[in-house]
């Protein structure tokens, strides 16, 4: 079964400071996909990225990267020069295919960052 | 991305009523799922919706607690019946884009708060 760890229930910044949320997952399937989710305070779940299990090639957009390690089971997500409007839940998420060919995602508990000016 | 739309965005409800959930898509799509977010929590997939079948539901989730309609590509409803304070949670809609050769990535609508006195 597919199980995704955000060990890191609540971290608190000040602007400007990197920081950097850690996934840990699980499973035993040989392709899956990461994602990344942002929640604001406002609750809508907002996409940030997806991630295949046949690329390891790390992504920066912006003020944004991520960094996949398949060795570790990791897909950590940093933030550069965090800003107030950062602060939102974060949920780290994995899918694999199931039955009928969708890819439903399981996700972790969430990340709460907050990000003081 | 597809545009989802959610309402009502927030409701405060007696024990014992019922309220439905409307989710508007602005394309057509095949799956449509709902989630259920309870405070503090993570995401926790309630049912999967098809058009032109019935909903299949989760683990832990029924349908005569949580009736579900797909009466067409671009629709569905959710409704909580019976509702007790257990019930207040974020409910959220979403959709299924396929991307890429595999896989598919799932977006949000902005969820509904439901409070339940």
């Known amino acids: 079964a597919q199980k995704v760890t955000q060990a890191q229930t609540e971290i608190s910044v000040v602007e400007k400071e990197d920081v950097t949320l850690d996934c840990v997952y699980e499973t035993r399937d040989t392709t899956y996909y990461l994602f990344w989710y942002k929640q604001p305070p406002s609750g809508e779940l907002v996409f940030l990225i997806r991630r295949n299990s046949f690329d390891e090639q790390n992504e920066i957009s912006g003020r944004y990267s991520w960094n996949f390690q398949k060795s570790t089971s990791s897909f950590n997500f940093t933030i550069t020069a965090s800003q107030v409007v950062d602060s939102a839940v974060y949920f780290c998420?994995?899918?694999?295919?199931?039955?009928?060919?969708?890819?439903?995602?399981?996700f972790g508990r969430g990340t709460s960052l907050i990000v003081h000016p | 991305s597809a545009v989802i739309s959610q309402k009502p965005s927030r409701d405060i409800c007696q024990r014992g009523t019922s309220l439905t959930i409307q989710c508007q898509v602005d394309s057509q799509v095949t799956m449509m799922f709902w989630y259920r977010q309870q405070p503090g929590q993570s995401l926790t997939l309630i049912a999967t919706?098809?058009?032109?079948?019935?909903?299949?539901?989760e683990s832990g989730f029924v349908i005569d607690k949580f009736p579900i309609s797909r009466p067409n590509l671009t629709f569905s409803t959710l409704t909580v019946s019976n509702m007790s304070p257990e019930d207040s949670s974020i409910y959220l809609c979403s959709v299924e884009e396929r991307s890429g050769a595999q896989g598919s990535i799932q977006y949000f609508g902005a969820g509904t708060r439901l409070s339940v006195l």
């Open positions: 998420a994995l899918s694999e295919a199931r039955s009928g060919g969708s890819y439903i995602p399981t």
């Open positions: 919706a098809n058009q032109g079948s019935e909903a299949t539901y």
